[in-house]
């Protein structure tokens, strides 16, 4: 039985020769054509943003993710809600930071694991870092910073809806 979720996903800019490519993924993975609706991004120039929100499998966020992760001149996030057998996600990606994963509880906050605080607070502790970068860090500040210009520019942005064909 396959065990369903939503969520949404949020190109904060992509070159226009991506586009393209972008959709082909999304749909491979959710498998449906996808053909999603371009707007220019005005944080940065020759830049396009979109957003969809879609439905299918637990798990097609991370496979999305997967799937576009390494792509140069693009930025995205995409979430998944959580089922009665998994957690919610969220993946943020930029070229210059890679790929940040959170896992989201049921109200839209990020938990932290318990080993992953310890060992913050141990870090911290032996005077490697700060407990508030090491906080920064697990909260995914750095990816925040980065995306949150892409994130204002496209406020007023349509929203489409997608499902996966099971």
Known sequence: MTVMTRGVFYVHSAPS???PH??????GVLGVAVNLTWSPQPAASGAY?????WQGAAGAAATIASALRGWNH????????PTPGSEGSRYSYTPELGIFHAVIGLH???MIPEERLKTAVVRAA??????ELEIDKLLGRRW???LETFRYAGDGAPVRWLHQVV
């Not at 943003?49 to 929100?53: A, D, F």
């Not at 930025?75 to 998944?80: G, H, L, Q, Y």
């Open 74 to 81: 693009l930025r995205f996030e995409i979430t998944e809600e």
């Open 108 to 110: 839209g906050d990020i």
């Open 144 to 146: 925040d910073d980065e």
């Open 49 to 53: 943003r979109t957003e969809l929100s």
């Open 22 to 27: 972008v959709e082909w993924a999304i749909g």
């Open 17 to 19: 020769a991506l586009c």
């Open 126 to 131: 032996l005077g490697e870092t700060t407990l």
